[in-house]
């Protein structure tokens, strides 16, 4: 399956051309326990700033 990822955040180390994601993997996690009601309640572990 093809996947399309965008991020805006460009001091992240997986950020590329284009806005899209790098990363093998995306770990996205709930800041409130298990579930969320919007994205205000979610978290991005997979963001490691650029050195």
């Known amino acids: 399956m093809t996947q ?3 991020c805006e955040v460009n001091n992240c ?3 590329g051309d284009g806005n899209k994601c ?3 993997v995306i770990y996205v ?3 409130t ?3 969320a009601e919007d ?3 979610t978290d991005c572990k997979t963001f ?3 050195e």
């Open 4 to 6: 399309r990822i965008l």
């Open 13 to 15: 180390t997986y950020w």
């Open 22 to 24: 790098n990363a093998d």
């Open 29 to 31: 996690v709930s800041q």
């Open 33 to 35: 326990g298990d579930q």
């Open 39 to 41: 994205s205000g309640d």
């Open 48 to 50: 490691e700033p650029e």
